[in-house]
């Protein structure tokens, strides 16, 4: 164990205190953020929102991005866009961070948690499949689970620490099933499958830049579709729903205050010019991290086949729940941040009555993954 203190102690060229993840601000961030500052339109009004949607949509590849105040925020919209409302129910993984099962909630639908693949740690399409086939039913093209009578509206599969989900089955299996799909991309830019970006392959796909995401503002997301109609709704509904008119007030329905402020967008754009130089720097420590851990019998958790992880978080498998244990330990005591993964979202009191399939891969995890430093190192 001290060997690995050691090591990334070594790696990241400090004997002070290592966090898992610190955002780098090594750009133009303050060059933006003053002259933003300057301009006085530091609210949700302001040339770096437009900017900052343009250059994303753009690094992505989708026709549209739509910013807003946080990555929960993007993914609510999202599943609002996907049509989901009150009652329904919404397929998602257990093995994800609570805010695509409150995102969910917020709508008054309820996740349904479906098992992941042990390559990837995302979704898996087999279990999805399985649990469609065993439980649901066609009916006047809505998906209708027979067990609770209530209509699958939407799929969210996560692209966990950013390595790639097996998303083009899961779309194949969604459409066939009448399921609107809808990526929590949150932790995955830069990541691509078959060389398109996550988060593109369905209806809408949502993005976070918290501030331990691999770019930040602070707080932020976006909602990225190819959909017009759908773009033009985002919108609306994010910004309160007021119709545009350069004084009157009038909203036609109730909206929501998810903008993202200029001031906000003003460091993401900062943030975005520095995004290859950040995927270069993580990909560089994971081959190091892979070398070593691969030396010391540990299991270090690199990219899946057909795809380009972003390497946000980088994680090990270690062998059994006590041996994790011991890891978190030693490591925080000495100086080494680290961090198991996620409870189970079916294990927290708020969804533990949801229904579930077999959940064996995800329990596997939740005993075995930690998250070490990951960092972009300067
Ligand atoms: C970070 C994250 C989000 C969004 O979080 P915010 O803090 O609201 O930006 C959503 N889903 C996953 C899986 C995440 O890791």
Known sequence: MQKIVDFIKQTFNTQEFIPLHEPRFIGNEKKYLNDCIDSTFVSSVGKYVATFE???????GSKYAIATVNGTAALHISLLLADVKKDDEVITQPLTFIATCNAISYIGAKPIFVDVDLDTMGLSP???????????EIKENQ???????KVVKACVPMHTFGHPCRILEIKDICDIWHI?????????????Y?????????????????GNKIITSGGGGVIVTDDEALAKRAKHITTTAKIPHPYEYVHDEIGYNYRLPNLNAALLVAQLEQLDKFLASKRDLATKYKEFFSSNNINFI???????????????????????????????????????????????EMFKDCQCTDLKNSKYFEERVVNIPSSVIL
């Open 54 to 60: 343009k250059e994303f949509a753009r690094t992505v």
């Open 126 to 136: 087999e279990s999805l499949k399985n649990f469609l086939e065993q439980n649901c």
């Open 143 to 149: 998906c209708i689970n027979q067990t609770t009578g």
């Open 180 to 192: 609107a799909l809808v990526e929590d991309a949150a932790e995955s830019l830069g990541s691509y």
């Open 194 to 210: 078959k060389d398109k970006h996550t988060g593109t392959f369905g209806k809408v796909g949502a993005f976070s830049f918290n």
């Open 302 to 348: 690199t990219e899946p086949k057909d795809s380009k992880s972003n390497y946000w978080l980088q994680a090990v498998l270690l062998d059994d729940l006590k041996q994790r244990n011991d890891f978190l330990e030693f490591t925080n005591k000495n100086g080494v941040m680290s961090r198991p993964i996620w409870k189970l979202m079916n294990e927290l």
